[in-house]
């Protein structure tokens, strides 16, 4: 009887230690659920910081090449190289990269490139222009007060600095069967004159009989220069042909380029 009396409680133990075990596993069980999604979160992690790693490479690798290339437009093209042919480890950092590098490279070279005046047409010298190259036109440089009356009959006077049009289109060789002069703006405005009305350097101010302006192509507004991120800092400048002429809105900002036809 003692046996059996042993035996039980040995029973009864067993079978309490074997629930509270598959309890305990089944707790487990839904424990190691979650886990899996930590594990990932560890991949995660780890990628991340594989990314970070090659990051403060790259960035290691940009800054020797602004160290060693001191021209700007060669660290450019070193940046560009390394973008059209990035490592197998390179490739997932850079689509991360690409949505705010890539516009800032493009910005710049639009940049480089819509600040150049271009002369072309009729001309036998076409020219490109910096603006540099304007401001070193000593000759040609014109600084004088312009009045101007816009289609909702606004006036006002505004002093602008710049180059004489008729010169620079001389500088250009524009030739003799040259008829039409168009100064076409990045925006796509742009106005039409005639090669006689580019010639006149008699434009009026109708509130000032003394005053005889050329046409220009103005740098500089009320003593501050366009800034130059903002658009081809170029202007044409026109006075009056005669009382009232509406002459505003034949001003050209951003001037892209100057077509003889
Ligand atoms: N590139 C460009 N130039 C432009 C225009 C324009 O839309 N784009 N508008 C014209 C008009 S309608 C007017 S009245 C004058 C305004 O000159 P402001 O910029 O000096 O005020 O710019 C002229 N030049
Ligand atoms: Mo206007």
Not at 242 to 249: A, L, R
């Given at each position: 009887m003692k046996r059996f009396k042993y035996l039980n409680l040995l029973l009864i133990f067993l079978l309490i230690v074997s629930l509270s075990l598959s309890a305990c596993s089944k707790k487990s069980d839904e424990s190691e659920t979650p886990a899996i999604g930590e594990e990932s979160n560890e991949i995660a992690e780890v990628d991340d910081e594989e990314v970070l790693k090659e990051d403060t490479s790259e960035e290691e690798s940009e800054k020797k090449d602004e160290v060693v290339e001191t021209d700007e437009e060669e660290v450019e093209e070193v940046e560009e190289k390394s973008h059209d042919s990035p490592t197998e480890g390179e490739k997932e950092t850079k689509k991360e990269e690409t949505p705010e590098e890539e516009p800032e490279l493009k910005e710049e070279a639009e940049i480089e490139g819509v600040n150049i005046l271009k002369i072309e047409g009729k001309v036998d010298n076409p020219l490109s222009l910096k603006l540099d190259d304007l401001k070193a036109m000593g000759d040609l440089i014109f600084e004088g007060n312009f009045y101007s009356l816009n289609n909702f009959g606004t006036t006002q006077h505004t002093k602008f600095k710049g180059v004489n049009l008729w010169g620079l289109l001389q500088k250009a060789q524009i030739t003799s069967d040259a008829a039409k002069v168009r100064i076409v703006a990045t925006d796509g405005y742009e106005m039409e004159f005639t090669v006689d009305e580019v010639k006149r350097q008699d434009y009026i101010d109708e509130t000032d009989p003394n005053v005889k302006l050329p046409m220009i192509i103005a740098w500089e507004e009320n003593g501050v220069e366009y800034d130059s991120e903002e658009g081809p800092p170029y202007k044409l400048i026109i006075g009056q042909k005669?009382?009232?002429?509406?002459?505003?809105?034949q001003w050209v900002s951003n001037i892209d380029r100057i077509i003889v036809e």
């Open positions: 005669e009382p009232g002429d509406v002459n505003k809105p």
